[in-house]
């Protein structure tokens, strides 16, 4: 879950024509607030997060979140793993060549 609502960047060559499409004043090289949501998909804007499952917040990039913009810190993601592989019947994911 994404804590922060709003941020601050500074828009580049790329970017001006994809803020203005969103309705923001864009221009070259001058700083912007946006949604935290409105940030393009790559972007390596550092945001302040907290885990879906148990809380724990963090710093990370924006281009680490899922596609739906939730997150998940490294323990609730191994157990969310492990709960998939039971779910669709894999007990081993290693497999071996013969």
């Known amino acids: ?28 090289r001058k700083l912007l607030k946006i949604k935290t949501e409105h940030l393009v998909k790559g972007s390596h804007y550092k945001i302040f997060v907290s885990c879906d499952c148990c809380d724990v917040k963090k710093v990370i990039e924006f281009r680490q979140l899922k596609k739906d913009l939730s997150y998940y810190c490294s ?16 007990k081993n994911t290693n497999f071996k060549k013969n």
């Open 1 to 28: 879950m994404i804590l922060e609502t709003e941020i601050e960047i500074i828009v580049n060559n790329q970017q001006i024509k994809y803020y203005k499409n969103l309705g923001y004043d864009a221009k070259y």
């Open 75 to 90: 323990a609730c993601s191994a157990k969310n793993k492990k709960k998939e592989r039971i779910y669709h019947g894999r």
